[in-house]
């Protein structure tokens, strides 16, 4: 099958850069920005992450304020902009925590995925090449010198533990000089120029404006790019990688049961949960196993099977809860993530709202992602598009759920035909979801 084209909502995430003198209200401008934006998909990213570590003679130097924080050197750009290369493709990119009590990275890295719009800001934000190449945005924050002086006192001496004497020795001997030489030439490349910060409301509306409007072209072509997919799916056969139960008499007995609106909701979770283990126990047969050989109470030896590797679960929310009991059953120590991915009832498009995934998943023998009911197939494809791009191979993953359309199924092997889907019942496309109401009672 001929690998069909998918891009996240989230790819091609929109840059911009906020640069500016040391205390000229980058930081505030780019709050500002994302408060006026009201979106759950802005992040800030501070270039204060990107400083080199210090050697012990530059560490002595900067305890004695006497180490230049404010020249391009100082900065990890080659670090910086693999980080931005990899938001703008839509994967997951781990940023660095630098302290500026000890001028050193820690061990830990924080990490930031999926964003829409991504605020990069930093006096050297206008700097690199490489960086403006990525950039869809140029903003330069402007401020009186003195204003300036004055905030980086009040910042330095209340969150770094500086005295004003070495923050007035560092504005003079490097941040003055500096910015006249590197910082100052960044604004005649700036698109937006903007004075007095978040006073400036008409800039920052400029602003906002811009990126709202940027952000329904690409909703608009994303739903474009899902129906496209769906069209393409329609009258196609089913893949080899759909795996559906066998439909025993017990299985459509079971089935009609949970189908009957009449019945209690006892039965109807005592059933559903039955269905879930046969389920993940069909998933289970997709998974490697190697030889083992085990002495029986009896000393007889046994020539059996054992685990390859680590197999671990992530559930869609709320759906892929109804399907946690039957996982429980099959693999009581399995590790499990979360998803929530909401339809916008506005604009059809599938949005990822909450995210939390085993720090080790990529490494895991294979991945079971869980939903009761997959339809259009937009939250399938985001959910496996979000384990690719937390490294787990497509091949990999096994989609378990209970119901499941035709176009839906279809839509999501297009795009990653090597992804295995175990379900019960294939049913008319965009049915209505029930089961998570019927199995949770609201």
Known sequence: MEKAHYSPPWANTSIIGVAGSSGSGKT??????????NLPWVVILSMDSFYKALTPEQYILAHKNEYDFDSPSS??????????????AGRRADIPIYSFESHQRQKETTSIYSPHVLILEGIFALYDQRVLDLLDMKIFAEADADVCLARRITRDVRERGRDIEGCIRQWISFVKPNFEQYVEPQRKIADIIVPRGIENRVAITM???????????????????????GKQAEDEPLSDNVLLLKQTRQIVGMNTIIQNPMTKEVDFIFYFDRLSSLLVERAMENIHFNGKKVETPQGNKYKGLTMAGEVSAVVILRGGSCLETGLRRV????????????????????????????????THDSVLLLDAQMSSGGAALMAVRVLVDHGVPEEKVVFVTYFAGRMGVNRLLNVFPNVKVVVCRIVEDFQERWIEKRYFGC
Request: aromatic letters at 4%; a positive charge; hydrophobic letters at 35%.
């Open 75 to 88: 900065i990890d750009f080659d670090v910086l902009v693999d980080r931005l290369k990899d938001l703008k």
């Open 207 to 229: 602003v906002v404006e811009h990126v709202r409007r940027r952000l329904k072209e690409k909703s608009r072509k994303h739903q474009e790019e899902l129906q496209r997919l």
């Open 28 to 37: 505030s401008l780019a709050v500002e920005i994302v408060s006026s934006l």
């Open 331 to 362: 693999i009581p120590e399995c590790k499990s993530g979360r998803l929530l991915i909401q339809t916008n009832y506005r604009t059809g498009e599938p949005e990822l709202h909450y995210l939390h995934l085993p720090s080790d998943i990529s």
